[in-house]
């Protein structure tokens, strides 16, 4: 069975996928507008927005409020094409948004059988249209929203994580994975969409650490890295 195929998961998905690249279009204006600037790369775009992150999160985070900020349809598909063959059961999300992978994720926990995905927003607004589009997808039964700062709604998990997306504060990458790591399987998966944090890579790489890391081909130039739990 594949429940991305069926509507009205297929509608939904459709129509967030729209709106998301209606109301990101202004803020990738403004960034492509700092690329072309002259002495301006995109390394250095990206290193501004970490430090600002990493003096305050919360304050950016609530910059991008109204932003989907979601992962593309091909991401999503993928991220459902890697929850089904290493047959998740229990997955962890930082960063639901407006609920866009949130559902490509619990999609393929219905398709698994069935499990729990355990996802954290701080954002009360996309908390509440995130839960109303799983509601209508038919799959909220599958999903724990927890709102708040992940540092905090993450700190409960207590069973063992199949799958682990990072999807939020880039700066929060590290923290959030340490905070899952006790409970993450053998064999665990663990995706970061825009992982540019160098402290976060470097864990990643470092195998005393007990993960095999590298980076996607996919969606160029959003640094993409995907793990595995092998320690």
């Not at 880039?170 to 160098?198: H, M, Q």
Request: with cysteine; hydrophobic share 45%; proline share 5%.
């Amino acid at each position: 069975m594949n429940t991305l195929a069926t509507n009205p998961v297929v509608t939904i998905l459709e129509t967030l996928h729209r709106e998301a690249a209606i109301s990101d279009r202004e803020l990738m204006e403004t960034m492509m507008a700092r690329l072309n600037a002259p002495e301006t790369s995109a390394d250095q775009v990206m290193a501004d927005l970490f430090a600002k992150e990493k003096a305050d999160y919360r304050s950016v985070y609530h910059d991008y409020a109204g932003n989907f900020l979601a992962v593309s349809p091909r991401y999503g598909q993928f991220l459902y094409m890697m929850a089904r063959p290493c047959k998740a059961r229990r997955i962890v999300e930082f960063g639901t948004s407006m609920g866009i992978s949130t559902i490509y994720l619990a999609a393929a926990l219905r398709d698994n059988s069935g499990g729990q995905l355990i996802s954290s927003e701080m954002e009360h607004t996309k908390v509440t249209r995130a839960r109303a589009s799983l509601d209508a997808a038919g799959l909220a039964d599958l999903v724990d929203i927890r709102e708040g700062d992940a540092l905090e709604t993450l700190r409960s998990i207590e069973e063992p994580v199949d799958f682990l997306l990072l999807d939020g504060a880039f700066s929060l990458y590290l923290p959030v994975l340490k905070l899952i790591e006790p409970w993450l399987a053998p064999g665990a998966v663990i995706f970061g969409e825009n992982a540019f944090d160098p402290d976060y890579l470097a864990y990643l790489d470092n195998p005393i650490n007990g993960y095999l890391s590298q980076m996607l081909p996919l969606d160029e130039g959003r640094g993409n890295g995907f793990a595995v739990r092998v320690g």
